[in-house]
């Protein structure tokens, strides 16, 4: 692996080379750099399975983060590209033609961050929040448990109860020692 | 219970907040009325959601008209409980080894059936996210009386472990009328033997009426329902 990340550095500007496990690394690219990338991990280096594509919401950074994970079989093992976007108006270009699964992929990034992939095959239809009219429920600024309250009917009489102050009632009752 | 739901049953429908709609959502396209030419080159006009679909609502069934044959009718209908092949979430797995020879329901007269059609016995089997219970309503409606809902574990009473998610109901008997729930997370086959034959008991006992209780309250279903389904694109009652 390092000497993949050693060969590819220059011609695609990759950045955060982190190392996770012998078979499994990760890289930073910047979004013009994506697609030639892809194309070369896929044609080149034999990297041709898209195991997933994923999106994680940096919300104190004002951005989101999209992986793209590739796996190569004959050497069994993954890389994975990072590629970072800024938070408004999220949009990135599809990459279905590449591997059609991104696709189905990008149609739920879609809905549940709201990250636009112009030209990708039904990215607008509903996939799996039918009539969604909300936040996008993935993205960090969506209360999830407020939602939850307002939407749907609740049985009375549920109880939760968090688990160390539970605990401390129950072994300490009068109150324990420390602050 | 009763006395739980005839509470419900009274609060006003508004009493639940009510998240407003930022978007409105459109009609799909086949259920629009339209104009279409026939196989003979006459043109005719169609509207799907009147003309492919029973606007009646539910009706109320009411009992035989002696004690001993409606206890008659109350005894085949707890013998032959034919449920509908549909899971809709991790508890259907609980179904494969009652149908296969360790547990084998066959034997207390209860056997799965591809359709709704030819089944009375409806199990909620877990979870129900709203895309589901759409779909599960309209299987609930396209079953014929008298027919009965399970609500399998504690997804379907509370929650469960889903009580704060974005897309799953918690308290499956304000959208269906359920006549037993089985407890636990997932419930085993032995306590879905022993459901099944409390169901029986009250079958046979004439209290499973959860069929005419829904098209008794069917405004009030409808309303929840419809709170939660927000593109709501299909018939008011699909029969």
Redesign the interface.
């Known amino acids: 692996m390092e000497t993949l990340y050693a060969r590819l550095k220059e011609p695609f500007g990759l950045t955060d080379w982190v190392l996770q496990k012998p078979d499994l690394c990760f890289v930073t690219v910047a979004r013009e750099q994506l697609r030639p990338l892809l194309l070369h991990l896929r044609d080149l280096e034999g990297f041709t399975h898209l195991v997933l594509l994923t999106a994680v919401d940096w919300i104190e950074e004002d951005r989101f983060q999209l992986t793209y994970l590739l796996h190569d079989r004959a050497k069994a093992r993954d890389i994975g590209v990072r590629l970072m976007l800024p938070r408004e108006d999220a949009s990135m270009d599809s990459i279905h033609e590449l591997w059609p699964t991104a696709a189905t992929y990008q149609r739920e990034l879609r809905e549940m961050f709201g990250i636009d992939f112009p030209g990708s095959p039904r990215v607008n239809e509903d996939f799996i929040l039918e009539g969604w009219a909300d936040l996008p429920p993935y993205r960090r600024d969506f209360d999830t448990l407020q939602y939850a309250h307002e939407a749907y009917a609740e049985r009375a009489g549920r109880e939760t109860r968090d688990p160390a102050r539970h605990m401390k009632e129950q072994l300490y009752p009068d109150g324990g020692q420390d602050d | 219970m009763k006395d739980e739901l005839e509470k419900r049953l009274d609060r006003r429908p508004n009493d639940?907040?009510?998240?407003t709609?930022?978007?409105d959502?459109p009609v799909r396209e086949e259920l629009l009325p339209r104009t279409v030419k026939t196989p003979d080159g006459q043109e005719i006009r169609i509207d799907p959601l009147q003309d492919y679909y029973c606007q009646a609502g539910p009706t109320v069934q009411t009992p035989a008209y002696t004690r001993i044959i409606e206890d008659l009718f109350n005894w085949a209908r707890a013998e032959s409980l034919w449920i509908l092949g549909f899971g809709t979430g991790c508890g259907a797995i609980e179904m494969r080894p009652l149908m296969t020879p360790r547990f084998d329901a066959y034997r207390y007269g209860i056997q799965w059936r591809p359709t709704p059609r030819q089944a009375n016995l409806l199990v909620i089997s877990g979870y129900l996210?709203?895309?589901t219970l759409?779909r599960a309503i309209r299987a609930y409606e396209q079953m014929q009386n008298p027919k009965y809902v399970v609500g399998l574990g504690s997804c379907t009473?509370?929650?469960g472990m889903y009580?704060?998610?974005?897309?799953?109901?918690?308290?499956l008997d304000?959208y269906m009328p359920v006549d037993l729930y089985i407890t636990g997370c997932m419930p085993r086959p032995e306590a879905l033997l022993q459901g099944f034959d409390d169901l029986k008991k009250l079958i046979r006992a004439g209290k499973a009426e959860g069929a005419n209780r829904y098209a008794e309250n069917f405004d009030w279903y409808k309303t929840?329902q419809k709170r939660?389904?927000?593109?709501?694109d299909m018939p008011d009652y699909s029969w």
């Open positions: 639940h907040p009510q998240r709609a930022l978007k959502i996210s709203v895309k759409k009473i509370n929650g009580w704060d998610s974005y897309n799953t109901i918690k308290c304000e929840n939660v389904i927000r593109d709501w």
